[in-house]
């Protein structure tokens, strides 16, 4: 990943500072936000090669500045992961019909919303041979009790990948690493740096047609 600029929202914590790390480790530069200004300062001191910049995916301006950075880094954006996103609630026990509009909304606003902000903006900026991914996860495809609005919030972000997937010349899909311990599972699944690694993969190991509008997982990588 020599020379090449990526985009990753979200880049604080849980499998986005992994991302970020596996990335910047690998020779790219990267270009990642987050709300926290504190979490991304100890982050620019700890990691080479990374610009960071505070925005709130749920602001298109905020996502058109962290763009317009990205694109100034390098001749242009090579790869993209809209990887920010939130959880209210406990997973597993925040049943759709007890949820709040609140968190039925910041949902969809972060988790959807912000993934389509962050490859609408990045559109303009994409190399010819550039990358887009958004991080997901089996609940957006078969629903269980307990996940309420994320879920939703879920399966709308997969269905922003795949119609980037069908309008785009550049190849857009689904990463989903399974059960990861971060915050968003209570500390529950593998380690982040192995979901890093499956989005480095899909970054540049993966055929363009097995990525483009479809969802891979460690099981794509083994041919499954």
């Not at 058109?64 to 997973?91: F, K, M, S």
């Not at 912000?114 to 089996?138: M, N, Q, W």
């Amino acid at each position: 990943m020599e020379e090449t600029t990526v985009l990753v929202t979200g880049g604080t914590r849980g499998i986005g500072g992994a991302t970020v790390r596996r990335l910047a480790g690998a020779g790219a530069h990267v270009v990642t936000c987050g709300r926290d200004r504190d979490a991304l300062d100890e982050l620019a001191g700890e990691v080479e090669g990374v610009t960071v910049q505070r925005a709130d995916v749920r602001d298109e301006y905020d996502v058109e500045r962290l763009v317009e950075t990205a694109a100034r880094e390098g001749d242009g954006i090579d790869a993209v992961v809209a990887n920010a996103g939130v959880y209210h609630g406990v997973p597993g026990e925040t049943p759709l019909a007890e949820e709040s509009y609140a968190a039925f909304d910041d949902h969809l606003r972060t988790n959807a919303r912000g993934a389509f902000a962050t490859i609408r903006e990045a559109t303009p900026h994409l190399t010819d041979d550039a990358r887009a991914v958004v991080l997901s996860g089996r609940i957006a495809r078969d629903p269980g009790a307990g996940f309420g609005s994320y879920a939703v919030s879920k399966a709308a972000t997969e269905a922003v990948a795949r119609q980037f997937a069908a309008e785009l010349s550049v190849p857009v899909g689904v990463v989903d690493p399974g059960a990861v311990a971060t915050d968003l599972t209570g500390g529950r699944g593998t380690d982040p740096e192995q979901a890093a690694d499956l989005v480095h993969w899909a970054l540049v190991e993966a055929a363009p047609d097995t990525l483009d509008g479809a969802v891979v997982d460690r099981g794509t990588i083994r041919g499954e």
